[in-house]
C-alpha cells in the first residue's frame, strides 16, 4: 500500500511523512478512525514508507522486495494484530498468528476498508467475544525482543484496539513507552473510550475522518465501472462518508441482508402477537424460530443485530414521524421499515429502545443469550401491544 493509494487528506499523509523526515515520528501512534474510513491502509502506508530500499519524499517506490512484500502483508518485519477467538479452523489457544492468512485475505479483498462487524462474520467465533489476548501480547514482546530482519523499521498494528484484553493490556504499557529502536506501534480504533487511558497517553494522536462524498462516489465508480455517476453520487450521500456502508448499499451486501431480514422476523412477530388475543392465536413455531435463529448466532454477532436494531428502531421513528427522507437507508432496510408504518407510537418505540440497550448490556457481560432474547421478545410484544 502506498501514500497515493490510501483514501484520508494529503494533510495526514504530509503531517505523517514530516515527522519521519524530521526523525520525530512517535514510537507509538493511535489512529482514532471514523467508521468506513480508510486508517489500516494508512497505517500499511506508513510501515511500508519506512522499511522501503528506495523511498521519495513523499511515498515508498512499491517496487523494492520489502515494498512486494508488504503488498501481501507478508514482510517479515510486520506484525499485525486483531481480535481473534476460537474458530471453526483454530480449535484452541486463538492468537493472531494463527488467523493471519485469513486476515490478510480479508484486508486485501477488501481494499482495507475493513470494521470489526464484517471481520466478526468472517471468524464466525463461538460463543466468545473476539479479542486481542494475553497470547498476542507475549508474542509482542517476543518481537520486540527480537532484531529486525531485514535491519529497517518493525512495525506492530493493532487493529481495532479496543478489543485488547483489559487484563492483558497493561503488559505493554512498558514497551510503548519505551519500545526497542526502530519500532513503531500503531494502535487502530473507532471506540477510544473503551481503551485504557494509560495505553492512550502513550501514543501519539491521529484523527483519522470520514471521506469526502465525491471521494466516495469516486471509489464506487472505480470499483463498480458499470454504475452511473448519479447513482454513485446517491449512495454517497445516505453512505454519509463510510465507505464501507456505501459498499454494502452498492452490493446488497449478504450480511446487511440477513440483518435486515433478521430484524424484520424478530421485531416483526413480536409486534404481530402483540395484537393477538388468545394464545391459540400465535404462530409458536415461528417465533421460537425468530429466537433461536439469534441465540444460535455467537455473542459479538448478537450484539451486532441488538446495535442494528437500535438504529431501525430510529429509522421507524423518523418514518413514522413523517421525516422519511432524513433517515439515510439502503432498500431492502426501507421494504421492512414500510412494514412497521404507523403501527408503533414514540412512546412504546421509545420503550423498545430501551428494552434492547438493556438486552446489549446483558449479552456483552455474558448474559444467557436464550433467556435475553426471549425475555426481550415478549417485553417487546407487552410494549406494542
Ligand atoms: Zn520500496
Not at 486463538?94 to 486485501?108: C, G, M, T, V, Y
Not at 445516505?238 to 446488497?252: E, F, L, P, S, V
Request: aromatic share 8%.
Amino acid at each position: 500500500m502506498q501514500f497515493k493509494d490510501v483514501y484520508v487528506d494529503q494533510s495526514l499523509k504530509d503531517k505523517l511523512l514530516g515527522l519521519v523526515h524530521s526523525g520525530r515520528i512517535a514510537h507509538a501512534q493511535f489512529f482514532l478512525a471514523q467508521p468506513g474510513s480508510h486508517a489500516l491502509a494508512l497505517a500499511i502506508a506508513l510501515g511500508q514508507y519506512l522499511c522501503c530500499e528506495n523511498p521519495t519524499d513523499n511515498d515508498s517506490c512499491g517496487e523494492c522486495p520489502s515494498c512486494r512484500q508488504y503488498a501481501g502483508l507478508a514482510h517479515p518485519d510486520l506484525h499485525l494484530y486483531f481480535p481473534n477467538c476460537i474458530t471453526e479452523n483454530v480449535k484452541k489457544e486463538p492468537e493472531s498468528s494463527k488467523l493471519i492468512n485469513e486476515f490478510r485475505d480479508f484486508a486485501i479483498n477488501k481494499n482495507f476498508f475493513v470494521n470489526t462487524n464484517s471481520w466478526v462474520n468472517i471468524l464466525k467465533g463461538e460463543n466468545k467475544q473476539p479479542s486481542i489476548n494475553i497470547r498476542d501480547c507475549s508474542n509482542i514482546l517476543y518481537h520486540n525482543s527480537m532484531r529486525a530482519f531485514q535491519n529497517r523499521y518493525k512495525v506492530y498494528i493493532l487493529w481495532a484496539a479496543d478489543k485488547l484484553y483489559r487484563d492483558a493490556a497493561p503488559k505493554l504499557l512498558k514497551t510503548l513507552e519505551e519500545p526497542e529502536d526502530k519500532s513503531i506501534f500503531i494502535l487502530i480504533s473507532e471506540e477510544p473510550d473503551k481503551i485504557l487511558n494509560t495505553i492512550l497517553s502513550r501514543t501519539q494522536l491521529l484523527k483519522i475522518p470520514k471521506l469526502q462524498d465525491s471521494e466516495v462516489a469516486d471509489l464506487l465508480l472505480k470499483e463498480f465501472p458499470t454504475m452511473n455517476g448519479d447513482d454513485a453520487a446517491d449512495i454517497a450521500i445516505i453512505a454519509d462518508g463510510d465507505y464501507i456502508k456505501a459498499h454494502q448499499i452498492a452490493t446488497d451486501d449478504e450480511d446487511e441482508a440477513a440483518l435486515v431480514e433478521q430484524f424484520g422476523l424478530f421485531f416483526g412477530s413480536a409486534c404481530a402477537m402483540a395484537n393477538r388475543r388468545s394464545l391459540a392465536e400465535i404462530n409458536y413455531p415461528a417465533v421460537s424460530e425468530a429466537i433461536a435463529a439469534i441465540v444460535a448466532q455467537g455473542r459479538e454477532q448478537q450484539k451486532q443485530f441488538l446495535v442494528f436494531s437500535l438504529g431501525m428502531l430510529r429509522n421507524i421513528l423518523l418514518n413514522n414521524t413523517g421525516n422519511r427522507g432524513v433517515a439515510k437507508v439502503t432498500r431492502g432496510e426501507q421494504t421492512v421499515l414500510d412494514n412497521f408504518a404507523g403501527k408503533l407510537q414514540l412512546k412504546q418505540i421509545s420503550q423498545i429502545y430501551e428494552l434492547c440497550n438493556k438486552a446489549v448490556y446483558h449479552i456483552m457481560r455474558n448474559g444467557n443469550a436464550s433467556l435475553v432474547f426471549t425475555d426481550l421478545f415478549f417485553q417487546i410484544a407487552k410494549v406494542a401491544a
